[in-house]
């Protein structure tokens, strides 16, 4: 039996909520447990178990968030059979989240306006990649899956390049490949947090596997079937070039513990994300695509289509919530880390997490509905 692009939405949906709720764990890590910071990549030794793990659970939302951002662009563009009107939906789309993460997003972090420090982080970067793949679109697929790979694959080739010396190249190499510090005279300062280079590759990914998933010809299950291939296929990769230990990350250690040895194998850099950071992140989010097609009529599996059938909504939401509850938190308890107000176990993030989950469950069904009911609203398609 053939499935209509539209008819899976509904698993795209779920797992993008399933993303975003382990993403407000680490969102509450970085509200209530900021004495506890961890690096990119992390310090084994300094490092305790349950932070480690949580914070490597987290690492599967952005390749998440992007690659379904690729795919999503097809659907759109199969459901509305119009190069120019995909090419239009990501520009404006793109745009408008960059408008997001310049001032509603980075306001809800910093709580100073106007600013005097912008951190270009995940909505930045998702952002800049439609806008990357509304001009790429166009090309043959065979090109488009050659720049994706190559990208994916060589950019950590690219690591020991640096234009410090030529001003202009330093700061577009910066947004591009490198994190770090852009100053606009003494006005403000730009953190490239989430360098965009590998997530255009990511987001060209993405729509690469929709033209190849959703093809007409193929059904239900033969798409489960290529879905469940490039999974695996990407794990597979990972685990080689990973027991290489040659390129594509820092190289792992073995360790005095079993524990210690497999932290250190899965210790993988994020910003900007490595080749093995995107092989086991993305392979993990395809195969678990699959899982949830198999299980989305069931009933437990509505809450996670709700969130994610209102990604932005949320993020907005839950940040500005989470900001709320700092500052009331430490004018009821004070400062109880050093400078900071913080919780002393990972449990009670998880704890916390849970419990904004069930809290702002309402509030996304209602918006959901809302959504649904006024398509007619531009805006709305963006939230």
């Not at 947004?175 to 730009?190: K, N, P, S, T, Y």
């Not at 308890?333 to 913080?342: A, C, V």
Request: proline share 5%; hydrophobic share 50%.
């Amino acid at each position: 039996m053939s499935t209509s692009p539209s008819q899976r939405l509904q698993a795209i949906d779920a797992l993008r909520g399933l993303v975003i709720l382990i993403m407000m764990v680490d969102h509450v890590r970085e509200t209530f447990y900021l004495h506890h910071q961890v690096p990119d990549p992390m310090i084994i030794s300094a490092t305790e178990e349950p932070l480690f793990f949580s914070r490597i659970l987290a690492h599967l939302c952005a390749p998440v968030f992007v690659i379904l951002t690729g795919l999503s662009a097809y659907l759109y563009q199969a459901k509305n059979n119009s190069l120019q009107m995909t090419r239009e939906f990501l520009i404006k789309r793109g745009l408008f989240l960059v408008f997001l993460e310049l001032l509603i997003i980075n306001f809800a972090w910093t709580g100073k306006f106007p600013p005097d420090v912008i951190y270009l982080q995940v909505i930045w970067a998702i952002g800049i990649s439609m806008l990357a793949l509304a001009a790429l679109i166009g090309l043959p697929q065979k090109l488009l899956w050659c720049i994706s790979l190559m990208i994916i694959f060589g950019h950590n080739l690219l690591d020991q390049i640096s234009f410090e010396n030529i001003p202009v190249l330093h700061q577009l190499w910066l947004i591009l490949h490198d994190r770090g510090w852009i100053e606009i005279g003494d006005i403000v300062r730009l953190r490239t947090s989430y360098p965009v280079l590998p997530w255009i590759g990511v987001i060209t990914l993405g729509y690469c596997i929709g033209h190849q998933v959703f093809a007409p010809s193929n059904d239900t299950a033969k798409r489960n079937q290529i879905l469940l291939r490039f999974g695996l296929s990407s794990i597979a990769l990972f685990f080689i070039l990973r027991i290489i230990n040659l390129y594509g990350d820092q190289a792992w250690q073995v360790m005095p513990a079993f524990s210690e040895t497999w932290m250190s194998f899965m210790n993988l850099t994020k910003y900007p994300p490595s080749l093995l950071f995107i092989l086991w992140n993305a392979g993990m989010g395809l195969i678990l695509l699959v899982l949830l097609q198999k299980v989305e009529t069931q009933k437990w599996v509505k809450p996670l289509i709700i969130f994610g059938s209102v990604p932005m909504f949320f993020y907005i939401v839950h940040l500005y919530l989470l900001k709320v509850l700092y500052l009331v938190a430490v004018q009821i308890f004070g400062t109880t880390q050093g400078q900071y107000y913080g919780v002393d176990q990972v449990s009670t993030l998880w704890l916390i997490s849970i419990l904004l989950s069930i809290l702002l469950y309402p509030l996304m069904l209602k918006f959901s509905k809302f959504k649904h009911q006024n398509k007619h609203i531009p805006i709305l398609k963006y939230l």
